[in-house]
């Protein structure tokens, strides 16, 4: 079977590397060539049970991720005393990896085929006869065309992320604090190194003494040494209306974008990695390749799933602005009731991973 995958981004590489380890035949096709990635903050936090499927299919992973076996929920009323505290016995409740050091690690198959061609279109990607195509790229002439009916959402926010160092400590404990502001997120990195992720309800640029003062304000964990320079993104809710047309499947960030407080947004895509290759695996045993079968088997599957999911996020978002305009009434009451309930804690933190 012959795939071909459009847009140089993690989403492909990642997918790449499991469908090469399946013996499928894969082409990278984008419209700028390959490069390193050296200076980003952008961290990613993966799930425990992502984690397993990803080390099974690319063992190289196990030397990136740094465990994380609690999160603790935190309102603006109370700093000092968490809401509730997300934690899975005998196991870690996500893995948190650098975004630059997997996405140059998964560039390092020397099995992977990268063409660049600029400009191209459906036209074009047609004469080369792949069974399959997928498009996880937002800018190319196929997405403008074929790809534009969608549910969105714009959240008027933006999300500030940055990477702390720090002194020595046992960092295994997240922090999320759900502030006036939007959330802000402690992600541990490393026993030195934390990563900061602020999604502020404002538009507003953050420089780097900005954050600064807003993660000092929530800040009882670390003797801070450094801060890195900050990056920031628009925040929106995305799901797109079809996945599918003829055998081109759209796939990634381009099928679903959701508010980075749960930070599920790559979590999503790798079960949807999950599920593609469940259904390759299941269609090329019967002998099936037929690009627009196998595209429209994963709409199917997967569509009503990513939409309640992001909803599900997004809900979760509006409930914690209510809540902050009630002065936290409405979370401390819930909250309550759930460490109180041992079978709604098990789960809540069930759902979390």
């Known amino acids: 079977m012959n795939i071909c995958l459009l847009g140089n981004n993690l989403t492909n590489l990642v997918l790449a590397n499991i469908l090469l380890k399946k013996k499928i035949n894969v082409d990278i096709i984008s419209q700028t060539k390959p490069s390193l990635l050296t200076n980003t903050a952008r961290t990613i936090a993966i799930s425990n049970e992502n984690y397993k499927f990803l080390i099974k299919n690319i063992k190289q992973i196990s030397k990136l991720g740094w465990p994380t076996d609690k999160i603790k929920i935190y309102s603006d ?4 005393s968490d809401l ?19 996405y140059n690690l998964m560039k390092k198959n020397k099995f992977l085929k990268f063409i660049n061609l600029k400009n191209y279109n459906y036209d074009i990607i047609k004469k080369r006869n792949y069974n399959l195509i997928i498009n996880s790229d937002q800018n190319n002439q196929i997405t403008k065309k074929y790809f534009q009916k969608r549910v969105e959402k714009n959240y008027n926010s ?14 295994k404990i997240a922090y999320q604090f759900f502030t006036k502001n939007g959330p802000l997120a402690f992600l541990p990195l490393s026993n030195n190194q934390t990563s900061i992720v602020f999604s502020n309800n404002s538009l507003k640029l953050m420089n780097k003494l900005s954050l600064l003062q807003i993660i000092k304000k929530y800040n009882h964990q670390y003797e801070i040494t450094k801060v890195s320079e900050v990056e920031s993104v628009g925040i929106k809710f ?22 980075p407080l749960a930070g599920q947004g790559f979590n999503m895509t790798i079960r949807d990695i999950k599920s593609l290759t469940n259904i390759l695996d299941k269609y090329t045993k019967l002998g099936i390749v037929d690009g627009k079968i196998i595209a429209q088997k994963f709409q199917e599957n997967n569509k009503h799933l990513n939409f309640m999911y992001g ?9 914690f602005k209510l809540d902050s305009k009630l002065k936290n009434n409405l979370s401390e009451s819930i909250f309550k009731i759930l460490k109180g309930n041992k079978t709604l804690n098990k789960y809540a933190t069930f759902l979390s991973n």
């Open 77 to 80: 009323k109370n700093k000092s």
């Open 84 to 102: 509730f505290e997300f934690k899975n016995k005998n196991q870690s409740n996500f893995y948190l990896l650098k975004y630059s050091e997997l």
């Open 158 to 171: 933006l999300a500030h992320t940055a990477i702390i160092d720090h002194k020595k400590i046992e960092n």
């Open 238 to 259: 995305l799901v797109l209306r079809e996945y599918f047309f003829k055998n081109i499947l759209c796939f990634g960030d381009l099928i679903h974008k959701v508010h």
């Open 311 to 319: 909803l599900g996020i997004d809900t979760i978002n509006s409930f």
